[in-house]
């Protein structure tokens, strides 16, 4: 099966502009979720969603970031302004169900704020 | 709430090496377990996985046995390879949320 697509593959930005990460999650799969991965560190969980909805997006810093998931498949990750604290590899994952089974996660976006 | 801790690295290993990664979680409930693999510039992959006590999950060598009595899922590996140089995560699954360790980097030297 086709795995989870991510794109841009990497982008570089000056502080207070903004980005989009689009993710194409594995077909059928209901539950998305965007997580940041800061160098040296473990991802940390920004939003899921199960099919459109959101279930958790309490790590989301609302002031700047926004998530979509039109129509329950593709989602869109969006940063603005961006910060140099949001330099950080953007990981998109999904999974069938719960994830009791474990996620599958895309290759990630390397984001770069000079 | 729900959490992972895994010792921290880096792990520097001579190849042909035992390799043993401590992880030990804290969860309410009966969590699944996994370890994911990062290799330098590329996403999370799912290496092995065990959804209940006792249960072994085994890939490419590398073992974890879920141990609900010392709340451990430790990663090994008899003999490790140059090409097993990368960052290894510990984590669970409960109630739908998922939690990472904080990662643990292998370097094997040949």
């Known amino acids: 099966e086709a795995g989870v697509a991510q794109s841009p593959r990497y982008k570089i930005i000056e502080k207070r502009q903004s980005v989009a990460f689009w993710c194409n999650p594995i077909?059928?799969?209901?539950?998305l979720y965007w997580y940041q991965q800061i160098l040296g560190q473990g991802p940390k969980l920004l939003i899921q969603?199960?099919?459109?909805?959101?279930?958790?997006d309490s790590q989301l810093p609302k002031d700047r970031f926004s998530a979509e998931r039109l129509k329950g498949v593709d989602s869109t990750l969006k940063i603005q302004p961006a910060k140099l604290e949001d330099s950080a590899v953007y990981l998109c994952?999904?999974?069938f169900g719960t994830g009791a089974y474990g996620y599958t996660f895309g290759s990630g976006t390397r984001l770069t704020v000079v | 709430g729900d959490s992972v801790t895994q010792m921290e690295g880096p792990v520097t290993l001579s190849e042909e090496a035992f390799l043993t990664i401590n992880c030990t979680y804290t969860?309410?409930?009966?969590?699944?377990l996994f370890w994911y693999v990062q290799y330098p510039g590329e996403g999370l992959q799912l290496l092995l996985k065990?959804?209940?006590?006792?249960d072994k999950g085994s890939n490419k060598g590398f073992e974890a046995t879920y141990r609900k009595e010392t709340t451990s899922f430790h990663l090994e590996k008899g003999s490790v390879q140059v090409s097993d140089s990368a960052v290894y995560f510990c984590?669970?699954?409960?109630?739908?949320?998922?939690?990472f360790g904080s990662g643990t980097k292998l370097n094997v030297k040949p």
């Open positions: 994952a999904s999974s």
């Open positions: 065990a959804t209940k006590a006792d």
């Open positions: 077909s059928g799969h209901a539950t």
């Open positions: 984590a669970l699954s409960n109630f739908n949320k998922f939690y």
């Open positions: 969860a309410t409930g009966y969590p699944s």
């Open positions: 969603f199960q099919n459109n909805g959101v279930v958790d």
